[in-house]
């Protein structure tokens, strides 16, 4: 029999305190706060930082770097910061955080998300509508007619970390010198986005630049996650009335 004083104690687990964050919160920071940022991170961020090899789901590489611009992005004091449930759920981002004191002041980063599913995003839609906004992500989202894009940068689908320096300095011309734009909206992955909008930020701090991951990617006809593909097309054809107030199906 193994005695009480020979079993190897378990360690308690790690809680992270995650302030909830509704759309219409996140459109009040949008008009409130000049150059406010949102970056945020999931599972495939985490994973990069724990160490994975391979590939995510989309396809992108993990790598050391990756891992180390994400790092340095949790650091950014200056951007909000988001968390999804599912990086707190199925990695060990709390126990990573506590391990290395790194004390962020996290948000909901799935806010556009819920608001998407439950038909709750026009307000954000509304509001992107009254700015001159850069879009960058991959070509696919050319097709995405939500709201109008003054200026588009395409990324790689699947390598837009690797171009991470190209396209601070294409977005940066595109957003200052060529079309003046107050807003920038980040579709370029889990490595590039977060990193983007630190970088950015620290050199256009006026700017509101917000990444929203792959949200936009099921109304143009790319089922990115599997919540998209459980929907299907019809689903979100429904969606596009309320979240975008038109008939999806003419952009």
């Known amino acids: 029999m193994i005695s009480r004083s020979n079993r190897e104690l378990e360690k308690p687990k ?35 930082i ?3 090899k391979g590939v995510n789901c989309d396809g992108a590489a993990y790598s050391t770097e990756q891992a180390q611009a994400l790092i340095a ?12 449930s599912i990086a707190l759920n199925v990695t060990k981002a709390a126990e990573w955080l506590a391990e290395n004191q790194l004390y962020v002041d996290w948000y909901d980063a799935d806010v556009m998300n819920k608001a998407s599913d439950d038909g709750r ?3 954000f839609i509304e509001c992107l509508r009254k700015r001159k906004i850069v879009l960058c992500g991959a070509g696919h ?15 790689h689908p ?15 011309y595109n957003a200052v010198q060529k079309t003046v734009a107050d807003t920038v909206i980040l579709c370029a992955g889990q490595g590039a986005s977060p990193t983007l909008v630190s970088q950015l930020h620290e050199f256009y701090p006026r700017l509101t630049i917000i990444d929203a991951g792959s949200i936009f990617d099921p ?17 979100y054809k429904k969606l596009g009335w309320k979240n975008f107030n038109e008939d999806i199906t003419l952009w």
Do not use: N
Request: charged share 30%; net charge negative; glycine share 10%.
């Open 50 to 52: 724990l160490g994975r």
């Open 14 to 48: 790690v809680y992270l305190r995650v302030k909830p964050f509704d759309i219409l919160e996140l459109v009040d920071k949008m008009e409130t706060e000049p150059g406010f940022s949102f970056a945020r991170i999931s599972d495939g961020g985490f994973l990069c």
């Open 219 to 235: 109304y143009v006809h790319v089922f990115s996650r599997s919540g998209h593909k459980r929907r299907g097309w019809e689903g």
């Open 141 to 155: 989202l050319r097709l995405f007619k939500g709201f109008p894009i003054e200026s588009f940068v395409e990324c």
């Open 73 to 84: 992005m949790m650091k950014d004091q200056t951007i909000t910061h988001g968390i999804t």
């Open 121 to 123: 995003l026009l307000p």
């Open 158 to 172: 699947t390598r837009a970390f690797e171009e991470v320096d190209e396209l601070r300095m294409e977005i940066g």
